[in-house]
């Protein structure tokens, strides 16, 4: 499979990271189970999450496994990922984008929402090169 022609990657602008990176990840407590368990409302919301998050969409893969799901979209910035199990209301969230141009703190907020949790643990992580 060609993704088509490679360009070298421009020399960041002076006082910008040579790599940016923001990983955004929590885990997600007393969701609504339904939507837990759901494989293609999960797909969607992971679908308009990287639009939400201003991300170029590249392909969506998810299994169900028992009552719970994992979806794992792959962006050109890098991916989204949502792993549910129902049976405890518990979720997990990542969004993780190397491209200045995204949101995904909006992205990740987006599926929050969606999966209407009772408590979420968040965390940030920077994962640029200086």
Not at 106 to 114: G, N, P, Q, T
């Amino acid at each position: 499979m060609s993704i088509g022609v490679v360009r070298p990657r421009p020399e960041p602008k002076p006082g910008k990271p040579r790599v940016y990176g923001k990983h955004v990840y929590g885990n997600l407590y007393d969701c609504d189970v339904e939507v837990l368990k759901d494989e293609e409302r999960l797909r969607q919301i992971t679908i308009k999450a990287a639009e939400v998050g201003n991300m170029t969409l590249l392909d969506v893969k998810s299994w169900k496994i028992g009552e719970g799901v994992s979806v794992v979209a792959i962006v050109l910035e890098s991916h989204i990922a949502i792993h549910t199990w129902p049976e405890y209301g518990f979720a997990t969230v990542d969004v993780y984008s190397c491209g200045l141009h995204t949101d995904p703190e909006a992205a990740f907020d987006y599926i929050v929402r969606m999966l209407r949790p009772r408590r979420v643990q968040k965390g940030v992580a920077d994962r640029s090169l200086e």
